[in-house]
């Protein structure tokens, strides 16, 4: 398994990251957690399109492009209402990355 720093994107890609959202209990405990800045400084570094889906992440760095509220059903007694994003870097956005819903017909 490689880590996402050592994987080459190819030039036209697009990365979409659905990383552990920052701040939920699950995520917390665990000895080795996620590095949230390392993560930040890799997107603000990545030349193709990066979107990055989250409940939160650092308004001075990132643009929310997309957001939607659902019901989070992880377990039989979870029945919260959540507001999901969608992020792209700041430098992204002055380039035009957004997130549209398409169409097949």
Same mark, same amino acid.
């Given at each position: +398994?490689?880590? *996402? @720093?050592?994987?080459?994107? #190819?030039?036209?890609?697009?990365?979409?990251?659905?990383? #552990?959202?920052?701040?939920?209990?699950? *995520?917390? @405990?665990?000895?080795?957690?996620?590095?949230?800045? =390392?993560? *930040?400084?890799?997107? @603000?570094?990545?030349?193709?399109?990066?979107?990055?889906?989250?409940?939160? +992440? #650092?308004?001075? =760095?990132?643009?929310?492009?997309? @957001?939607?509220?659902?019901?989070?059903?992880?377990?039989?007694?979870?029945?919260?209402?959540?507001?999901?994003?969608?992020?792209? #870097?700041?430098?992204?956005?002055?380039?035009?990355?957004?997130?549209?819903?398409?169409?097949?017909?």
């Amino acid at each position: +398994m490689l880590d *996402y @720093e050592e994987v080459t994107v #190819p030039e036209d890609s697009v990365i979409y990251c659905d990383i #552990p959202y920052e701040g939920t209990n699950r *995520y917390i @405990e665990k000895k080795d957690g996620f590095d949230y800045e =390392r993560f *930040y400084q890799w997107c @603000e570094r990545q030349t193709q399109a990066v979107f990055i889906s989250s409940y939160q +992440m #650092p308004t001075d =760095r990132f643009d929310c492009i997309e @957001e939607f509220t659902h019901r989070s059903t992880l377990s039989a007694t979870a029945n919260n209402l959540v507001h999901e994003r969608i992020y792209v #870097p700041k430098h992204q956005t002055e380039r035009g990355n957004v997130c549209r819903q398409l169409s097949l017909f």
